[in-house]
C-alpha cells in the first residue's frame, strides 16, 4: 500500500517508524519528514498547507492512504478537501474533517460540545470585542485563579493562568484588544482552575466505533521540579501510575463514549484519533481539552507499547469496522526524554551537528528525531525540540536510566533535558 504521511516531529518519526513496521506499507512517504524519518521511507518536500500539491503528489504517486500528523491541515479542511476532489475522493484518510477538527480548531466549539452531550469539564464563559466590558466585569468578581484561553489554534502557547484579577484583566485585554495571539484570541474563552494530575487519553475512531490507545503523562515546563516556561513537551511516561482500571473506566463511560456518541449524533465525519486532555481532580475526571491528532512527546510512548500493527488499525477505520479489532498493549512502562536546543522555548539556534547518533543503543531503547535536518551529509538541529529518547523497562525508574545512558552518548552544541521525567511516580 502506498502511504503518505504529513508532518515533521517526533510524533511523525514515531508514526513512520510504526508504519514502516507493517506488512502493509510499500513504500512509505514522509512531507516534509526530518533526518529520521529519512530512515523509515522516503522523505517529499510539500508544503502542508498547499492542499493542491498534496493532491497532485497522491495522484502521481497512486497514495492509497494519507495520515495526518499535526492539527492545522486538518482544522484548514485537507480530510475536506479530500472527500470532495475527483481522484482523491477513495483514498484511505486517518484525520477528522474540518468540522471534527473543531474540537481541538475551537476552545468555544469543543465547550459547546462537551455541554451538549454532557461531558465533565471546568465551568466557562466566552467573550469577544463585543462583549468586552461583560468580559472585564466578569473576571472581577471570579475565583483565584482564572484559566484564559485562546479560542483558535494558538501552538500550544494560548492558554494563561492568572493568579490575581490585575493579571487577568491586563492578559484578556491583551488577547482580545492587542490581538497577542492573533486571530486566535479574537475570542477568549475563560475557565474555572481545576486543581489535579493531568493525564492524556488517546482514542482511536471509526465515527461510530472506537478503540483506546495506552494513556500517557507528558510534561510541559521547561525547568526540572515542573518549573519555568511552557513548552511543546519535555517527556512522556506510560502508563500512568494513577490512571489505573477503576480510573480508566470512568474515563471511558463519562467521556470516551459520550465523545464518540456525539459525533455520530451531531453527524461529525471523524475518523482518526481524538486526544483527551484529562484532570484527576480526587479521583474524578474532567476534560482540559480535546485535540484532533496524537500529542508529542506522548506518541514517543505510546506508539512503541502499541503492539497492533497500524495500518490493519487504519483500513479497519476507514472501513468502520473499527468494533472487530481489539488492542494488545506491551504492558512495560515506556519514558521519553526530549533534548532541546540552547534557549528553547524562545529564541533559539540551529544548524549543530548532533554527534552519537550512530552508537549502538540497547534493544529496549529508541532514538526518535524531531528538529532534525541533513546538512552536508550530517544531521543538524533544526528545530526548539531535537530529539526523543523513548526506552523501556519495568520501572518509571529503570526506564529512565536507560534513556538517559543514552543520552549520555549523544551530544550537540547547546543540548539541555530534562533529568526528573516521571519524578512523582520515582
Known sequence: MNILL???????????????????????????????????????????????????????????MVVVGPEEPLVKGLCDFFKTTPGLEKIYFIGPSKEGAQLEGSKAF??????????????????????????????????????????????????????????????????????????????????????????????????????????????????????????GGMGAVSPVPFADFRFMQKVEDRIIKPTINGLYEDNIDYKGFVFIGIINVDDEPFVIEYNCRLGDPETEVILPRLENDLIGLFVSVCNQELDTMKISID???????????????????????????????????????AGTSVSEGKVVTNGGRVLAITSFAETVYEAVEKSRDVLEHIDYDGIYYRRDIGYEFL
Not at 522555548?345 to 548532533?354: A, R
Request: charge should be neutral; charged fraction near 20%.
Open 6 to 64: 504529513l508532518g515533521s516531529g517526533g510524533r511523525e518519526h514515531a508514526l513512520a517508524w510504526k508504519l514502516n513496521q507493517s506488512v502493509w506499507t510499500n513504500p512509505l512517504f514522509i512531507a516534509p519528514g526530518n533526518a529520521g524519518t529519512s530512515q523509515c521511507g522516503i522523505n517529499v518536500n510539500l508544503d502542508l498547507n498547499n492542499f493542491e500539491s498534496i493532491g497532485k503528489f497522491c495522484i502521481e504517486k497512486k497514495i492509497e
Open 110 to 231: 469543543a465547550k459547546a460540545f462537551m455541554q451538549r452531550h454532557n461531558i465533565p469539564t471546568a465551568a466557562y464563559r466566552e467573550f469577544t470585542s463585543e462583549n468586552y466590558e461583560e468580559g472585564v466585569k466578569y473576571l472581577q468578581s471570579h475565583s483565584l485563579p482564572i484559566v484564559l484561553k485562546a479560542d483558535g489554534l494558538a501552538a500550544g502557547k494560548g492558554v494563561v493562568i492568572c493568579q490575581n484579577h490585575v493579571e487577568a484583566i491586563a492578559e484578556f485585554e491583551l488577547m482580545i484588544q492587542q490581538a497577542k495571539f492573533g486571530d486566535a484570541s479574537k475570542k477568549v474563552v475563560v475557565e474555572e482552575f481545576l486543581k489535579g494530575i493531568e493525564v492524556s487519553v488517546f482514542v482511536l475512531t471509526d465515527g461510530k466505533h472506537y478503540v483506546i490507545l495506552p494513556e500517557a503523562k507528558d510534561y510541559k515546563r521547561i525547568g526540572e521540579g515542573d518549573k519555568g516556561l511552557n513548552t
Open 331 to 369: 504492558p512495560r512502562t515506556a519514558i521519553t526524554i526530549v533534548t532541546v536546543s540552547r534557549g528553547y522555548p524562545t529564541v533559539y539556534e540551529k544548524g549543530y551537528p548532533i554527534y552519537g547518533l550512530t552508537n549502538k543503543i540497547p534493544d529496549d531503547s529508541l532514538i526518535f528525531h
